[in-house]
């Protein structure tokens, strides 16, 4: 099984116990991306240099013995209207095409605290207006499963990224995830799709995991500040 398969719970288990290296496993992540992301579309921006930087910035803190999180050196998409300093945030828009933020959102910070790998930022309906991923002004997204369908939105990317296995965990905005249940935009027959999320004020905010064991980890991330939601599904109730 190639790294890129692995699930984050299982990642984080084989980088404790020296099994792989952080470098590893995003090097695979993103030879899986250059396979399949001409097909699928869910990235809008990559970040490779920086991600393997950071990725090597992990093992070495792993080599030193120092205490990380449960997701240090794990590879992350981060939805495209979610703020990242230095890495471009179009909300899928030609309107801030090229806007580079000079700040992090909250959540981002997180991220980055816990050592987490971004790859990049993935495609999203414009604004997040829509419930397909066909309305971004750069490209459509593809449902791995079948490309001849849509994803559900307007986090589509995120859905597809995870799905397409170009990486575990995606962060997005979950609100809309009972569409993606009915639109069969993460899982495959018979498998659960699990998002442990946080709300505040009126935004949803969430990881897209492969597997619903994925809440073993929580991801270690702490996202205090709001209302706790779990949804644990299983597809073939829903369809």
């Given amino acids: 099984m190639e790294l890129f398969e692995r ?25 899986r991306i250059e396979k399949v992301e001409d097909k ?3 990235y809008v921006t990559l970040c490779k240099d920086s991600a393997i930087e950071k990725a090597k910035e ?6 030193e013995g ?50 987490m790998v971004i790859t990049g930022k993935v495609n999203m309906d414009e604004f997040a207006m829509g419930s397909s991923t066909e309305n971004s002004y750069f490209k459509k997204t593809r449902n ?5 369908r849509v994803p ?3 986090s589509g990317g995120s859905a597809a990224a995870v799905a397409a296995e170009q990486l575990s965990p995606a962060f997005a905005n979950v609100k809309e995830v009972d569409k993606a249940f009915y639109l069969d935009s993460i899982s495959k027959e018979r498998n659960r799709f ?8 009126k935004v949803f905010l969430g990881f897209t995991y492969k597997e619903v064991k994925e809440k073993e980890i929580n991801l ?15 597809l073939s109730d829903l369809v």
Avoid: W
């Fill in 144 to 148: 791995p499963h079948d490309t001849d």
């Fill in 66 to 115: 120092k205490d990380l999180s449960a997701l240090a050196g794990i590879p992350i998409a981060v939805k495209d209207n979610i703020s990242t300093k230095g890495i471009k945030t179009t909300c899928a828009s030609k309107m801030l095409e090229n806007y580079i933020p000079p700040f992090n959102a909250t959540v981002v910070d997180k991220i980055n605290a816990a050592d």
């Fill in 152 to 154: 559900g939105g307007s």
């Fill in 7 to 31: 699930t984050a719970s299982e990642l984080s288990s084989m980088l404790r116990n020296k099994e792989c290296s952080s470098v590893e496993i995003t090097e695979s992540v993103y030879n």
């Fill in 40 to 42: 699928v579309n869910s």
């Fill in 194 to 201: 699990y998002i442990d999320s946080i709300s505040s004020e």
């Fill in 220 to 234: 270690g991330l702490d996202l205090k500040g709001g209302m706790n939601v779990m949804l644990q599904v299983e």
């Fill in 58 to 63: 992990v093992d070495n803190a792993i080599a």
